[in-house]
């Protein structure tokens, strides 16, 4: 007849239990941390655009897999594509670019005195000051030389970190594709999961992740576009060159939510010193101050507020917030935390939950 084991072994039994499933669970997220970035970015792609995913499905017959073939490759073709030719237009304008940066320089060294010497009082110092400072370049000259093998160092980094980034890029490609492929699979399981941790307040606080996530999409990213097509109409209407690059770098200054300011602000700039019309100037000047730089401030607060269902203070703190601690991904997942807490704070306090929509789950 068996024995009983020794209590001690009995203990050790436990506590090897509940390593071994720690453990696995370690191995696994190293395992996944490398490819982390990009199935989040997946993630947030795929519950953005799922319900016109699901019409696309319904429409060709339930082929899942085709749809997400067809979105691998849509996400080739507005990722990676357009970062390769983001470069390419970038360095294609730089000769657009450094002349109307030249233009500048000239108009400013010529007429600068003249301002500088209009200002009361300390006028005649500050045109003085000025004219020595173009003057005297050989300064200038070795303290750029002197800094010449940082910048190319720093040059090579940011080379290498592209190469990085076209790679993340991909990986998100064909990511949101295999994630789309499987949704209904993956849902299940984050449903089943939440309801087994949370019961109906986890559930809830479920369908408040996936509306902040598609309400931070479409107020952020919706803006960014709006601004940017917006103020690539301004400089094509006002002659402005490489109008189609400056309105990219418009929409990408909006999504990392730096705003449209340091755009426009020295396009203007140029247009005042080198424009033959004043008006024009001044028009393209109105147009940017009031309609490009401002029209975030309207737009933004209904698209998140109306699809989120949230605190609007609580959405934009949370993709400040999300933007300076994660970085880009932040702008997403940081409104998300903030609604999921809100939410769990909610039901501790036993105030009433936030309204649902029907088609949120």
Do not use: H, K
Request: with cysteine.
């Amino acid at each position: 007849m068996p024995t009983d084991p020794p209590a001690g072994y009995v203990q050790f039994e436990r506590l090897l239990a509940l390593a071994l499933p720690g453990l696995l669970l370690v191995a696994c997220l190293v395992v996944i941390a490398p490819f982390a970035a990009a199935l989040l970015w997946a993630a947030v792609i795929v519950v953005s655009l799922w319900r016109p995913l699901e019409w696309l499905t319904a429409r060709l017959g339930g082929r899942r897999a085709a749809v997400g073939t067809l979105l691998a490759l849509a996400m080739l073709a507005l990722l990676v594509g357009p970062a390769i030719a983001l470069g390419d237009a970038a360095v294609a304008a730089f000769p657009q670019v450094q002349a109307m940066a030249q233009a500048l320089g000239a108009v400013a060294a010529e007429r600068a005195p003249l301002w500088l010497a209009g200002v009361p009082m300390i006028g005649d110092r500050l045109a003085a000051t000025w004219r020595m400072m173009v003057g005297d370049a050989g300064a200038l000259i070795d303290t750029v030389s002197g800094v010449a093998p940082e910048i190319g160092a720093w040059l090579a980094r940011q080379t290498l970190a592209l190469g990085a980034t076209l790679i993340q890029l991909l990986l998100v490609a064909l990511a949101t594709g295999v994630l789309y492929a499987q949704g209904p699979a993956g849902a299940r399981v984050a449903l089943r999961l939440a309801e087994r941790v949370g019961g109906t307040d986890g559930i809830e606080t479920l369908e408040v992740a996936v509306r902040a996530i598609r309400a931070v999409s479409a107020g952020v990213i919706g803006t960014a576009a709006v601004q940017a097509v917006l103020a690539w109409i301004g400089f094509a209407v006002a002659g402005v060159p490489a109008a189609l690059p400056l309105a990219v770098g418009i929409l990408v200054l909006g999504i990392v939510q730096v705003g449209p300011l340091p755009v426009w602000l020295p396009v203007v700039a140029w247009m005042f010193a080198t424009a033959e019309s004043t008006l024009a100037a001044v028009l393209l000047a109105v147009w940017c101050a009031g309609v490009v730089q401002t029209v975030d401030n309207v737009l933004r607060p209904i698209l998140i507020s109306r699809g989120a269902r949230l605190p609007l203070l609580l959405m934009l703190v949370g993709v400040l917030g999300g933007l300076l601690s994660m970085g880009l991904i932040g702008v997403f997942l940081g409104p998300t935390i903030l609604g999921v807490g809100y939410v769990l704070l909610r039901r501790w306090l036993g105030l009433e939950p936030i309204p649902t929509a029907p088609s949120a789950a």
